[in-house]
């Protein structure tokens, strides 16, 4: 297990704050959903989240980019 450094998070987790504020959901559940659905590749699952769920388009590829990270590392 990674331990987090200190410090403001970088890269597409310094936007989950303000993905969590404007779409009222915790980041977990936005991966959860990721991780459910049938898509797999980056950019259709980004499509999905901006026509599905009304995600901009900077806060679904940063939802995907940390997800997909973390299922590669998993």
Known sequence: MTTEPAGPAKGPASYFPSIEK???????????LIRASPL???????????TEHG?????????????LAEDREA
């Open 40 to 50: 797999t590749r980056h950019m259709e699952l980004v499509g999905w989240l901006k």
């Open 22 to 32: 404007k779409y009222g959901r915790p980041v977990a559940e936005w991966k959860d």
């Open 55 to 67: 995600l901009g388009h900077g806060h679904a590829n940063a939802l995907v980019a940390h997800t």
